[in-house]
Nanobody, 122 residues
């Protein structure tokens, strides 16, 4: 069993910063990649940022230049820092990871957390 638990959400004023965490627990051999998605009310889920185990990162246009994603493989925990928060950043933020649970897995499997709510007030 693999579980992803997000934390760090809450109410933040516009212009502020937030660090979200994604803790991965269970039977884990390797985290190949971790992504953060978000979904605002009435909108489709969108990719916010992603990072591979090798450290390659990519960002969605909505947060590019004001966000940093990282992955601590030793602690099986990922982080998403978002600066200069805007009201339009208000959404439920979901952690997603591609994880191998055994050394003989050829590919990883996709896992999702339940999300953490971020509300940015103007």
């Amino acid at each position: 069993q693999v579980e992803l638990v997000e934390s760090g959400g809450g109410l933040v004023q516009a212009g502020g910063s937030l660090v979200l965490s994604c803790a991965v627990s269970g039977t884990i051999f390797a985290i190949n990649a971790m992504n953060w998605y978000r979904q605002a009310p009435g909108k489709r889920r969108e990719l916010v940022a992603g990072v591979t185990s090798g450290g390659n990162t990519h960002y969605g246009d909505s947060v590019k230049g004001r966000s940093t994603i990282s992955l601590d493989n030793a602690k099986n925990t990922g982080f998403l820092l978002v600066n200069s928060l805007k009201p339009e950043d208000t959404a439920i933020y979901y952690c997603n990871a591609d994880i191998k649970t055994t050394h003989w897995d050829l590919y990883g499997m996709d896992y999702w957390g339940k999300g953490t709510l971020v509300t940015v007030s103007s």
